[in-house]
């Protein structure tokens, strides 16, 4: 009976600590993704008449591999069609007087709509209320 309960005993704290050793892995493969998640910040402008008017000037931190579009519907009123902006903080584009929103990134004129753009560490965006013409 004694030679049972040693067994017993033995074969319980086997279980038991093979059950931490699976819980701290788990815990360090945890921490470890969360250490991978990188941050990039990005500044973001928004004006009209090519700067003539500004309406707002942030600096945004956001997840790597974050959209342009994501990183404007978190942070403003925005209302979008096809991954293009058309409306921001209430100014939506107006095609009788030929205005709309134009953006840049770093100074260059966007070449994909701002679903498409993932937004890098450092990025300058100016989203400018203007004319077309």
Same mark, same amino acid.
């Given at each position: 009976?004694?030679? @049972?309960?040693?067994?017993? !005993?033995?074969?319980?704290?086997? +279980?038991?600590?093979?059950?931490?050793?699976?819980? /701290?892995?788990?815990? &360090? !493969?945890?921490?470890? /993704?969360?250490?991978?998640?990188? *941050?990039?910040?990005?500044? +973001? /402008?928004?004006?009209?008449? #090519? =700067? *003539?008017?500004?309406?707002? &000037?942030?600096?945004?931190?956001?997840? &790597?591999? !974050?959209?342009?579009?994501? +990183? $404007?519907? #978190?942070? %403003?009123?925005?209302?979008?069609? *096809?991954?293009?902006?058309?409306?921001?903080?209430?100014?939506? =584009?107006?095609?009788?007087?030929?205005?709309? @929103? $134009? %953006? !840049?990134?770093? =100074?260059?004129?966007?070449?994909? =709509?701002?679903?498409? %753009? &993932? +937004?890098?560490?450092?990025?300058?965006?100016?989203?400018?209320? /203007?004319? @077309?013409?």
């Amino acid at each position: 009976m004694k030679k @049972w309960n040693t067994v017993l !005993t033995a074969m319980i704290l086997a +279980v038991a600590v093979l059950a931490g050793c699976g819980t /701290q892995e788990e815990k &360090e !493969t945890s921490a470890t /993704q969360e250490e991978q998640v990188q *941050e990039v910040t990005v500044q +973001v /402008q928004l004006s009209k008449n #090519d =700067g *003539e008017e500004m309406m707002a &000037e942030d600096e945004i931190t956001v997840e &790597e591999g !974050t959209t342009l579009m994501e +990183v $404007m519907e #978190d942070n %403003y009123e925005v209302e979008q069609s *096809e991954g293009f902006i058309n409306s921001i903080e209430g100014v939506a =584009g107006n095609q009788e007087e030929k205005m709309a @929103w $134009m %953006y !840049t990134i770093n =100074g260059e004129e966007a070449m994909v =709509g701002a679903n498409e %753009y &993932e +937004v890098e560490d450092g990025d300058e965006i100016v989203f400018d209320y /203007q004319s @077309w013409e």
